[in-house]
């Protein structure tokens, strides 16, 4: 499948994310798996590194916006706030945070072989739990670039 068709997938579930429709995202989601041509797998690791991307793209934004500079680092925390090491975190998920990490910091190969680890692992719940992750930072992400004033991807727009 093409790139814009990727993308138009996820920008319709990003969407459908912020309008409270967690349903429809999972089904857009089920959209780029379930193709006629046996490319399923494929299609969600091109998604994955897309909303790696985007959200790597849209924290470099913020960050430029705010008019902060250097390396960036990110925290993982409970509801409470509290910290929580990335090594206590389950598997997809550390493997998603440490791609959007490296991808922050344009390590692009590192962000890859997470990225990579991820779908060698052939866990379907796991994978469709990092993608609702990757789902939820990228529309947390857009909602607080539109806030801010700070770019977004242009193909993730939904004004684009």
């Known amino acids: 499948m093409t ?7 996820l920008r319709d579930a990003v ?12 089904m857009a989601l089920e959209n780029l798996y379930q193709t ?5 797998l494929d299609n969600l690791r091109d998604a994955a590194n897309e909303l790696v991307s985007a959200s790597a793209q849209m ?3 913020l960050s430029e ?4 500079g250097g390396e960036l680092q990110m925290h993982l925390g ?16 550390r493997a998603t945070y440490r791609s959007l990490l490296a991808e922050l910091n344009e390590d692009h190969e590192s962000a890859a072989i997470q990225l990579d680890l991820l779908f060698a692992r052939d866990e379907p719940q796991e994978t469709v739990t990092a ?6 930072w990228a529309a947390s ?12 991807p242009a193909w993730l727009s939904p004004h684009g």
């Not at 969407?15 to 999972?26: H, K, N």
């Not at 006629?36 to 399923?40: A, P, V």
């Not at 409470?80 to 206590?88: K, L, S, T, W």
């Not at 993608?131 to 939820?136: E, Q, S």
């Open 15 to 26: 969407c459908l994310l912020r309008a409270e429709d967690p349903q429809g995202a999972i």
């Open 78 to 93: 409970d509801l409470e706030g509290a910290p929580i090491p990335v090594d206590e975190v389950e598997p997809p998920l």
């Open 36 to 40: 006629e041509e046996d490319t399923g």
């Open 131 to 136: 993608l609702l992750h990757l789902l939820l």
């Open 65 to 68: 916006h705010a008019g902060a």
């Open 141 to 152: 992400l857009l909602d607080d670039c539109e806030r801010g004033g700070a770019r977004v």
């Open 59 to 61: 924290l470099r934004a």
């Open 3 to 9: 790139e814009d068709w990727t993308r138009s997938h």
